[in-house]
């Protein structure tokens, strides 16, 4: 995920580790299976984040690289 850490390493911010692909997970975890993939608009409660927030992650949605960052992923074994 060079990309994205250079693009999060700008920002002064730091995270631990990400996954390009969300079938990377099942090679540590093979019982594994991805029920969903989520943009941060269709979390529950996406509303009631503020405004700029919300802005930020719009902007995000039509740039491939940068929607990868503003995802959740769920898992269920």
Do not use: C
């Amino acid at each position: 995920m060079a990309g994205a850490d250079r693009a999060v390493g700008a920002t002064g911010a730091t995270f631990g580790w990400g996954l390009d692909d969300p079938d990377d997970l099942k090679k540590s975890a093979p019982r594994l299976e991805l029920i969903a993939e989520l943009s941060t608009p269709q979390f529950a409660g996406h509303e009631r984040l503020p405004l700029a927030l919300r802005a930020v992650a719009a902007a995000m949605e039509p740039f491939p690289r940068l929607r990868r960052l503003n995802r959740l992923l769920l898992y269920r074994f």
